[in-house]
């Protein structure tokens, strides 16, 4: 049996915040930006535990790495969604719950290379991949149909933790 607490444990706290629960009225990639949040952070949860990475910072910080209102986000269009949300989004994680510096990178690096913030630990890294999978699932899920996308975007995460756990098992020459 595993030691490992269940996804619900670990984000009971934040889904219960009032601020956050702002951005299930949100929209984002065709669906809502907490649902987004939710499938990211699932996810992260998933690979970090195969992966035996920090998955309790892991997955706190992928639920809130979009953790931004439109009305927050208005004043700064100009420029770009991918290069300002990561710090409107820490902004509010920091101001409603105490992070680490892990959690912090993470929602700070997670739309790299887009931003220049480097993703500094392997966490960040994963939640920079699976965010990018997601969004791409989501995207083409609303384009298309969602039963013909989901076999394929199975395949694609199941190749996408191979290629993530070779890449942070490597050894670097």
């Not at 601020?19 to 649902?35: D, N, P, V």
């Not at 910072?57 to 969604?81: M, P, Q, W, Y």
């Not at 939640?127 to 969004?135: P, S």
Request: hydrophobic share 40%; aromatic share 14%; proline share 2%.
């Amino acid at each position: 049996m595993n030691n490992y607490l269940s996804y619900e444990e670990l984000t009971k706290d934040i889904m219960a915040n009032r601020k956050f629960q702002k951005i299930a009225l949100e929209s984002h990639h065709g669906i809502t930006r907490m649902e987004h949040s939710q499938r990211v952070a699932r996810n992260v949860y998933k690979v970090c535990i195969k992966l035996g990475l920090d998955y309790v910072s892991a997955t706190r910080a992928a639920l809130v790495h979009d953790f931004f209102t439109n009305e927050e986000f208005i004043c700064f269009k100009f420029l770009g969604c991918g290069v300002i949300h990561p710090e409107i989004a820490l902004a509010n994680a920091n101001q409603e719950f105490e992070l680490n510096e892990i959690q912090k990178n993470m929602i700070e690096s997670h739309m790299f290379p887009l931003n220049t913030t480097l993703p500094r630990y392997k966490e960040s890294w994963v939640l920079t991949g699976v965010d990018k999978a997601v969004a791409l699932y989501e995207y083409m899920a609303n384009k298309f149909s969602y039963k013909r996308v989901t076999k394929k975007f199975g395949y694609a995460c199941s190749l996408f933790a191979i290629m993530v756990y070779y890449l942070l098992t490597k050894e670097i020459r």
